[in-house]
């Protein structure tokens, strides 16, 4: 069957994503207070996050260099402990600035700031008291939030609450942000409870949101990769549906319909795991809506049934690798998919799996908040890099993309991580990502000097042609 012509709407936001403990650097300084990243051991030889690629210094060289890509739209956080160094109360005057002017210098040149507000970075001030295991955590986020919608609400018009919240609760370990009081006996119950007043954090920050700035959009933005079925046995079918449920739809249809997952609570249920729930939580959680879905997006996974192995730790290994879940599902690799330099699968069609998967569920909008490939680059004599391997990955996720649209799927953008190379959650800056190169290496060495890849140049064309010829 020929498909008519598929083209991407006219305001489609292409642009890239970045959070801000991996590019700003100045990560104490500044006035700024320290965060769960910069209280975490970093793993062994990866890049110092006080400089990071020095974002928070160059960030008018950045812009102009994303400008010069065409970009229409730029995702960045903003790092809760630089605007309330303690989490709360006291403001940092020049952290709010910095944002300020990162936010006019986007709109200075036509790109849309696209602000997520948390970004896996809580302020080291509120983990001593608990982090989001303290119920209080649900209040900090919401003042925060308001400080944020008061601050910037006239010029920022699109909002993210939690990045990955899904990988928070499931990876938090690896990413660095898992806090469990020692001693705890359920250890699944607390990770579930501070999921649960995450869930609840922003819930009444979207509601504030809509309060606050009537003609501002908010949404959530989880990892969401599709399960599939490693066979056409029964059981994995059961397995796949298990790990769908777990990994992607309780996040979003908490944040859509305010309901917990049926799989997912009758999973906690039977680990003595359920949350907490205060008076009032489900009420918030029904009211609130998001006016549209960000999505990540890397890869699929494959599971099958789950059966007990001697000696093997089930458990997700990253937010892409995952050896399963005790009772739920066993991950396994998927050999029609080939891997990258670090280990995770490349699924294009996976992705407009995901996208129609999502949207027949859920029915709004989707912007892709990111995906993008992480590899080792080359820096050339001549001042180039020839990433034709993340022009493919790109390419061919895009021509996914739109075959989606095609699906009818309604997508408001594509930001792939990253706009500019940054140090990775757990890999260092030898895993890049960006369109741009920096000179920095592992060892904190390097000048720092920006690159254009020849993915920007590819990238630059894509936008130019507003996604016509890839
Ligand atoms: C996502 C995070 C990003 C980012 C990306 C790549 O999970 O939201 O912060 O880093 O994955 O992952 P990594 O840095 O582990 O390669």
């Known amino acids: 069957m020929t498909k008519k012509t598929i083209e991407f709407p006219s305001n489609f936001f292409w642009g890239a994503s970045s959070s801000a403990y991996q590019v700003e650097g100045a990560s104490l300084t500044n006035g700024k207070g320290p965060s769960s990243q910069d209280t975490k051991v970093l793993p062994e030889g990866t890049a110092d996050l006080t400089v990071s690629v020095d974002h928070y210094h160059r960030y008018k060289e950045d812009i102009a260099l994303m400008a010069e890509m065409g970009f229409k739209s730029y995702r960045f956080s903003i790092s809760w402990s630089r605007v309330l160094p303690n989490g709360k109360g006291e403001v940092n005057q020049e952290g709010l600035d910095f944002y300020s002017n990162l936010i006019d210098e986007c709109i200075k040149h036509n790109i849309e700031p696209i602000v997520t507000m948390f970004h896996f970075d809580m302020p080291a001030a509120l983990d001593n008291l608990g982090s989001w295991g303290n119920r209080d955590s649900v209040q900090w986020f919401v003042d925060y939030a308001k ?43 607390e990770i579930y409870q501070q999921n649960h007043h995450m869930l609840v954090a922003q819930a009444k920050a979207m509601e504030l949101c809509h309060q606050l700035l009537p003609d501002a959009k908010i949404a959530p933005a989880p990892n969401i990769a599709i399960a599939y079925a490693a066979s056409k046995k029964p059981e994995d079918a059961l397995a796949a549906q298990n790990a769908n449920a777990i990994r992607n739809w309780l996040y979003l249809d908490m944040a859509v319909y305010g309901k917990y997952n049926n799989l997912v609570w009758t999973w906690l249920a039977d680990q003595d795991a359920l949350p907490d729930i205060v008076e009032g939580d489900f009420e918030s959680l029904a009211n609130a809506k998001p006016d549209f879905l960000g999505i990540n997006y890397y890869n699929t996974l494959t599971v099958r049934e789950y059966e007990a192995q001697d000696g093997y730790e089930v458990e997700f290994k990253s937010q892409q690798e995952n050896s399963g879940l005790e009772n739920m599902f066993l991950g396994v690799d998927n050999e029609f998919l080939p891997k990258t330099e670090f280990g995770w699968e490349i699924d294009p069609i996976g992705f407009r799996a995901t996208l129609r998967e999502i949207y027949s569920r859920y029915h709004l909008p989707i912007l892709i908040t990111e995906n993008g490939l992480g590899a080792y680059d080359e820096l050339t004599e001549d001042g180039k890099i020839h990433d034709d391997y993340r022009i493919n990955y790109l390419r061919t996720h895009i021509e996914q993309m739109k075959l989606a649209i095609g699906d009818g799927v309604e997508m408001l953008g594509y930001n792939p991580w990253s706009a500019i190379d940054l140090i990775s959650t757990h890999e260092g800056i030898r895993k890049r990502y960006g369109f741009i190169y920096v000179d920095r290496d592992d060892e904190s060495v390097g000048s720092l000097q920006r690159y254009r890849k020849d993915s920007f140049f590819w990238y630059q064309g894509v936008i130019a042609n507003n996604g016509q010829d890839l």
Do not use: A, C
């Open 147 to 189: 400080l944020l919608f008061e601050t910037y609400g006239d010029r920022v018009k699109y909002w993210l609450t939690i990045n990955e919240q899904n990988m928070l609760t499931l990876v938090g370990n690896v990413i660095g942000t898992l806090r469990v009081p020692e001693g705890t006996e359920n250890v699944t119950k």
